[in-house]
């Protein structure tokens, strides 16, 4: 229970629809940049909008430079070396977001 001045966490989600025919809301963790190519990390949520594995899903990001109101374009990572170095981004970039909220600021 919130209380009433307490706002909820904005997060930004977005709709997946699998294979097997099934929409996934996922919550957008952050963007990576690659090798100079975007990858999106998603959170997958529950009915309830939450998530209990813990497990992130990685997609190829894309958008058009051209038409920022396009829909961006997200593809699977098809190869295990691509997927590892994703994984690698990702979880420097937890380091550095874990490690960053423990600094004192520098004065």
Do not use: H
Not at 1 to 28: F, H, I, R, W
Not at 54 to 78: A, H, K, M, Q, T
């Amino acid at each position: 229970m919130m209380a009433k001045n307490e706002e909820p966490l904005e997060e930004m989600t977005v709709e997946l629809s699998l294979d097997n025919g099934q929409d996934v809301t996922c919550a957008v963790i952050t963007i990576l940049e690659v090798e100079g190519q975007d990858y999106i990390v998603l959170l997958p949520l529950d009915e309830k909008g939450e998530n209990q594995e813990g497990e992130v899903w990685f997609y190829r990001y894309s958008e058009n430079p051209d038409d920022p109101n396009e829909e961006p374009e997200l593809d699977y990572i098809d190869s295990d070396e691509e997927y590892e170095k994703v994984a690698d981004a990702f979880d420097e970039f937890l380091d550095n977001q874990e490690f960053d909220e423990f600094l004192p600021d520098e004065e």
